[in-house]
């Protein structure tokens, strides 16, 4: 994944979540009605998906917001963006 591409919305999807418990939320796409389960860190993930910012910069702000390592937040950003992008929820730019 090139570090240096800036992640967005698909322009169809909207999101509205609902908090399930302190540590879940449910995403629910109501352009296809498809909801998944997610946690605080994709949530916040999914917020900076907004063509602000490169997935570098997510990963650094990530750092400092969940206090984890470089490499733990690396791959676990990584990994949420691709399969965001497998499921067509963003696009790379």
Same mark, same amino acid.
């Given at each position: 994944m090139d570090l240096n591409k800036i992640p967005c919305l698909e322009k169809s999807i909207t999101f509205k979540? =609902? /908090? *399930?418990?302190n540590d879940k939320f449910l995403v629910f796409d109501? /352009? #296809? %009605?498809? %909801?998944?389960? #997610?946690n =605080? *860190?994709?949530i916040w993930t999914i917020s900076k998906c907004?063509? =602000?910012k490169t997935?570098?910069?997510i990963i650094h702000d990530a750092q400092k917001v969940f206090n984890q390592s470089e490499?733990?937040?690396n =791959?676990?950003?990584k990994h949420y963006l691709t399969e965001l992008k497998k499921n067509k929820i963003i696009i790379l730019k």
């Open positions: 979540e =609902k /908090s *399930v418990n109501t /352009s #296809t %009605a498809i %909801a998944f389960l #997610t =605080k *860190v994709g907004n063509g =602000k997935i570098l910069g490499k733990i937040i =791959k676990d950003i």
